[in-house]
């Protein structure tokens, strides 16, 4: 069956993903336990919240150029060792200190993980088939998002909250047995049929040369890569306030116990997983019906984004509806990250892909960071979670428009041409 090979890596690499914001999950589920053995104030939960991104923003620049180097198979492995051992550190901690560094070391080691998958993905998968991909591995973050809520409360029920994160790191450390034994390039994967080989010549044939060596610091004179880290970092400002704040604001809002957050927090991030599907699908659906690069995927960006203002009705709606509402929320977002992220290798070479999308998740973690220690101070000063769910609902918009205007269009960028002859030319 030809195709087997490439999506048995794909599920591979959304392995990964899951695994990922499965970690990440596990401090905002647990916060109300640690909280009986460690007090924890807003602002110290946006302090953590913060420790976690400075790593993860450093991280995800300087690892994209590591992965470059490295390679997928090692740089990959390396990550998840060093994530999963962290993770598991949060099971030690006896202060918000001592938790701040663990959430520092586990953003160290997470920072790399798009940008590796990234790169492997652009290294299986030819254009018209990389953001469908790319939605399959945006889908992890749902998979493992859904999976952290129900199972942290089942293993809150029976045993301390320092199990949960020593279970999470014991999983990331099983993963890396599965990718030494069976992930390679597609281009040196021994498994590789000719039938698969003939369907995947775009990505192995021999990349034409620029005539100039592409550094990492020379992406920043191109208008369409600051552009697209200045959309990541509008976006991902508001992402990240959903993944950290969500479960504290069902336990401060709605009065939730650890069970009924158990019971109802999984459902916006499967949505968030049916969005990041939908969204790499409607772009390849709408290339194979004749529609350009370009056009395709803004306008699946422009939908995505579309939805996000709903989320100011949250304040003014019984929690039932608040639900709906998260949902369709963490769907138009990841629907969103899911395209966002494949345009890195729409625009570059596969050599500084790497490179590009760490630049891309930099500019996320630190919109992360400002708007999360913004959350904190408006909190404890008893601005409450109005004026918050006001930005966090315009946020995707004002991103749409700042890729509409600094990426003309969309395609490979030409390094032989001056930044502004190209942005004039485009």
Not at 228 to 247: C, G, N, R, T
Request: glycine content about 10%; charged content about 10%.
């Amino acid at each position: 069956m030809t195709g087997r090979l490439r999506w048995k890596m794909a599920l591979l690499i959304t392995a990964a993903i899951a695994i990922s914001y499965f970690d990440r999950q596990t401090l905002p589920v647990a916060i109300r336990a640690i909280q009986r053995e460690i007090p924890v104030t807003n602002i110290q939960f946006s302090h953590l919240q913060a420790a976690f991104l400075a790593a993860y923003a450093v991280m995800y620049a300087g690892s994209g150029k590591l992965i470059d180097i490295l390679g997928t198979r090692k740089g990959f492995l390396l990550i998840m060792l060093w994530w999963s051992l962290a993770c598991a550190s949060q099971g030690l901690a006896v202060s918000v200190p001592l938790l701040a560094v663990s959430l520092f070391l586990l953003g160290m080691g997470e920072g790399g993980g798009f940008p590796a998958a990234t790169k492997a993905m652009a290294e299986w998968f030819p254009t018209q088939e990389r953001s469908t991909a790319m939605g399959l591995m945006n889908a992890g973050t749902a998979v493992g998002a859904v999976a952290a809520p129900p199972l942290i409360a089942i293993t809150l029920a029976h045993l301390s909250w320092r199990w949960v994160f020593f279970l999470s790191g014991a999983v990331g450390l099983v993963w890396t047995l599965a990718w030494i034994r069976i992930y390679h390039p597609a281009a040196t994967h021994p498994d590789l049929s000719a039938g698969e080989r003939q369907e995947l010549a775009e990505v192995l044939a021999p990349k034409v040369e620029t005539g100039e060596r592409i550094r990492w610091i020379d992406l920043f004179r191109y208008p369409q890569v600051w552009g697209l880290v200045f959309a990541k970092f509008l976006s991902d400002a508001a992402w990240y306030f959903y993944i950290f704040w969500l479960p504290k604001y069902l336990y401060d809002v709605h009065h939730f116990d650890t069970r009924q957050v158990g019971y109802f927090a999984w459902i916006p991030y499967a949505a968030a997983g049916i969005g990041s599907l939908l969204g790499g699908w409607f772009s390849s659906l709408l290339i194979r019906r004749g529609f350009s690069l370009n056009l395709s995927r803004k306008i699946a960006l422009g939908v995505s984004a579309g939805v996000m203002p709903l989320i100011l009705l949250v304040t003014h709606s019984p929690v039932q509806f608040v639900i709906v509402l998260f949902s369709i929320a963490f769907a138009g977002q990841q629907s969103w990250s899911t395209l966002v992220m494949t345009l890195p290798s729409d625009l570059v070479p596969s050599s500084v892909v790497g490179s590009f999308a760490g630049l891309v998740g930099f500019g996320g973690a630190m919109g992360g960071i400002v708007f999360g220690l913004v959350v904190g101070q408006l909190l404890d000063r008893g601005f409450g979670y109005g004026p918050v769910f006001i930005c966090v609902g315009l946020l995707h918009l004002i991103g749409f428009c700042v890729i509409l205007l600094s990426i003309r269009v969309i395609g490979p960028i030409n390094f032989k041409i001056s930044p502004p002859a190209r942005f004039v030319a485009a």
